[in-house]
């Protein structure tokens, strides 16, 4: 099925460091939305963006709905080792969500 | 952020037999749930969608009949894959949508099958 182009696929960063990731697709999203994903749980929803342009922060997380509706970004400040998973993008398109590969990250403490 | 609950959490069960998951949502109603599969190191594949009171909604190459789904109530949905076979093996993971604006989907812990 269709996915979303995200990058990197993986990351290994040093602690305290910052971390960028992205996605951007060919087909307009109405919604993104950010997920982690940890080891043999369920996706637990980090950032939810509903408007174009829309910067939004929860804690060290920050999120940015692209002004084109095609892309989107998820940073991360000064990370630590509790923030290695998988991080999942999602675009929202009708009533179904369409997935990003995921990138995995692992933190050096 | 709402709650959605799956169970069991994790099956093993022998070819030809049939397993079902429960997700629900716990502190809210799901008129539409969803049904994911995801293979190891890979990304959730839509599997189907679950309609209260009406038939799910199946994505393309899925098996309707090999994959049952059933919208009982307005706070459960169930999965059952019947006749199961080693390649039906997965994590299996439901979600619903939630939020302001409905635009968001809470998935469940996810149910670990194993069939041997």
């Known amino acids: 099925g269709q996915q979303l182009n995200q990058s990197p696929q993986s990351m290994f960063i040093q602690e305290g460091e910052d971390v960028s990731m992205n996605c951007t697709s060919s087909s307009i999203f109405n919604t993104w939305l950010w997920y982690k994903q940890d080891p043999g749980e369920g996706p637990v929803l980090l950032i939810a963006?509903?408007?174009?342009?829309e910067l939004t922060s929860n804690g060290r997380l920050t999120a940015q709905f692209g002004i084109t509706r095609k892309d989107s970004f998820l940073n991360i400040s000064a990370s630590i080792p509790s923030d290695v998973g998988i991080y999942f993008c999602?675009?929202?398109?009708?009533?179904?969500?369409?997935f990003g590969a995921g990138t995995i990250l692992r933190v050096k403490s | 952020g709402a709650v959605v609950s799956q169970h069991p959490s994790w099956v093993i069960c022998k070819s030809g037999t049939s397993v079902k998951i429960e997700c629900r949502s716990l502190?809210?109603?799901?008129?539409?749930m969803f049904w994911y599969r995801q293979f190891p190191k890979q990304s959730l594949m839509l599997m189907a969608t679950s309609n209260e009171g009406s038939k799910a909604t199946y994505e393309q190459g899925v098996e309707k009949d090999k994959f049952l789904i059933n919208h009982a109530s307005l706070t459960l949905s169930t999965l059952t894959v019947t006749s199961a076979h080693p390649e039906d093996s997965s994590f299996y993971i439901c979600?619903?949508?939630?939020?302001?604006?409905?635009?968001?989907?809470?998935f469940g812990p996810g149910t670990r099958l194993l069939v041997l």
């Open positions: 979600s619903a949508p939630g939020g302001p604006f409905q635009e968001t989907q809470y």
């Open positions: 502190d809210f109603q799901a008129t539409t």
């Open positions: 999602a675009g929202r398109g009708g009533n179904k969500l369409v």
């Open positions: 963006l509903y408007k174009a342009g």
